[in-house]
Every structure is written in C-alpha cells, then in structure tokens.
C-alpha cells in the first residue's frame, strides 16, 4: 500500500531565516506530487504541483519554491521566510486517470 | 474554470442526530466530485468519492452522499453523528487534473 511522509511536523523559524519541508511517498511509482498551503480561515491553497522529476508548476506567485530531485520526493523551499508564510503545509499524491488526492501529515510552520 | 461553495462554514448538531453538509460546484465539464475530512492538526483524509455511475456514493465512517448533476450539488450526509465526528469537512472538485477546494465545514457534535 502507498504511504506519504512529512517532516518535520512542527518548525518555528525567525523572520528572514531559510525552509526546507519534505515530502517523500512510498509504494507507487511516477505519482503527480503537490504542496498546499491552509491557512487560518482561507481554506486549502495549490501552491506547486509536480507531474514528473524536474517538472514544477508553480500556481500563485510568493516568496517560495519548489523542486522534486526524485521521483517519489518532493521539496518545499524558501530562501528567507516572511511572516506570511505562516501556516500548515501539506503535501499530497495522486496517480492514475481519476487523480485522486491523497495527503501527508502536514507540517505547522510559525513564522516569529 | 471550477469553483466550490460550501454553504455552511459551521454546523452544530446532538450527537445521534443526523446532518447534511451542503457543498454545490461550477464546472463547465464533466467532474470527479469529493469529501475530505480533517481532524485537528492532520492531513486530509478522503470520505467518499463520485466519479462516475450511482449518483449515491457510501464512504468510510457511515458517510454518504449524492450527486445531483440538474443542480450541480454534492451534499454530504450521515443519518447519526458521533462525537468522535467532530472535525472540518472538505468538498473538492477536479476537473483538470488538480483540486479546487472549497472553504469547509466545521461540524460540532455536542452530547
């Protein structure tokens, strides 16, 4: 069966300080990848999704990043974090003609 | 381009009652439709799916729901909730490979 993974699952981090959050999937092969922002009473965000190692699409401007050096990884990034960026991210994977969504964990990230 | 509403962003009912939550979409194609539920400080778990053929979809938990194409609904239903029901409930829609999600539904179930 197929399992996603998320670390860590809380971070506290400074204003102007660097991110790395990571997704990794198990038990499937070639999956579409994607990061989402939830934010306190603004539902659920697309941030970037990822159809294939190297291919990233980014669905709204901002102050972060993205890149899936392997197949069933997936990483989220930033270069200096904004207070902003605040917020629960989740990561999620889907394969197959019906595309269903399947989620991580999340990771709460407090941006002080 | 899809969009989801979700009527309701909060639903307070008794425990062993039952509750609809009401979530209505735009499309101008053919769509898989979906429930989601999150329990605080958790990822997504999926309820049910419709993707195609018997409009009345069962999922986990005792959860149901239908699909109504005439009036673009698809409304979540359990006919007796528990406490442990408690949580925001996610209706999404996909219509070109990528989720639109609406805003969700707390539901409140008190003793």
Redesign the interface.
């Known amino acids: 069966s197929q399992t996603i993974h998320q670390w860590p699952a809380t971070l506290v981090q400074p204003v102007g300080s660097p991110l790395s959050l990571e997704c990794t999937v198990e038990g499937t092969s070639n999956p579409n990848l994607y990061w989402y922002r939830q934010a306190a009473g603004r539902g659920l965000q697309l941030l970037f999704y990822s159809v294939g190692i190297g291919q990233i699409s980014s669905e709204v401007p901002q102050n972060l990043s993205a890149s899936r050096p392997q197949d069933r990884q997936f990483i989220l990034s930033s270069k200096k974090l904004l207070l902003s960026d605040s917020g629960f991210y989740l990561c999620a994977w889907s394969g197959g003609r019906t595309d269903t969504q399947y989620f991580g964990p999340g990771t709460r990230l407090t941006v002080l | 381009a899809q969009s989801v509403t979700q009527l309701d962003s909060q639903v307070p009912v008794f425990e062993e009652a039952p509750v609809e939550l009401r979530c209505n979409y735009s499309s101008s194609v053919s769509v898989?439709l979906?429930w989601?539920v999150q329990y605080p400080?958790?990822?997504?778990?999926?309820l049910l799916?419709y993707?195609s053929g018997s409009t009345l979809v069962k999922g986990i938990n005792g959860f149901e729901a239908e699909f109504n194409k005439s009036q673009t609904s698809f409304h979540l239903r359990k006919p007796s909730v528990h406490i442990s029901d408690t949580a925001e409930y996610?209706c999404a829609v996909?219509e070109y490979?990528?989720?639109t999600?609406?805003?969700?539904t707390m539901l409140l179930v008190s003793p």
Request: no cysteine.
């Open positions: 898989y979906f989601y400080n958790q990822g997504l778990q999926l799916k993707l996610f996909n490979s990528t989720l999600f609406g805003k969700g």
